[in-house]
């Protein structure tokens, strides 16, 4: 049974930084691309980053580009996002999720690609 798990998110003021993780079992880890999203209020979900099986790809949507940064560590089977000078507009509910390709190119911030999701981590930021 595949297990995805968020946690790191919690209440910040804006400028500050937060660094959400999510760990997985129950599938071989470094076969899998994985990914953040996030959902805010009354938003559809967003692609954030998503990142290959090796590590060595990664691919961040423009909306957060040089504020966030993915990244994974196999031995754990968990991947991290970076969060960098936050503001409101980030406050959402931030969700990780996996998918069986090793490395799903221009598809990798599209929802329907994944299979796995967590149940995600609220991330609230204060102005």
């Known amino acids: 049974q595949v297990q995805v798990v968020e946690s790191g998110g919690g209440l910040v003021q804006a400028g500050q930084s937060l660094m959400l993780s999510c760990t997985v079992s129950g599938l071989t880890f470094e076969d899998f691309a994985m990914a953040w999203f996030r959902q805010a209020p009354g938003k559809e979900r967003e692609g954030l980053s998503c990142?290959?099986?090796?590590?060595?790809?990664?691919n961040t949507a423009d909306s957060v580009k040089g504020r966030f940064t993915i990244s994974r560590d196999n031995a754990k089977s968990t991947i991290y996002l970076q969060m960098n000078n936050l503001n409101t507009e980030d406050t959402a509910m931030y969700y990780c999720?996996?998918?069986?390709?090793?490395?799903?190119?221009?598809?990798?911030?599209?929802?329907?690609?994944?299979?796995?999701w967590g149940q995600g981590t609220q991330v609230t930021v204060s102005s």
């Open positions: 999720a996996a998918t069986r390709a090793y490395w799903p190119g221009s598809l990798g911030l599209a929802q329907s690609t994944y299979n796995y």
């Open positions: 990142i290959s099986g090796s590590g060595r790809s990664t």
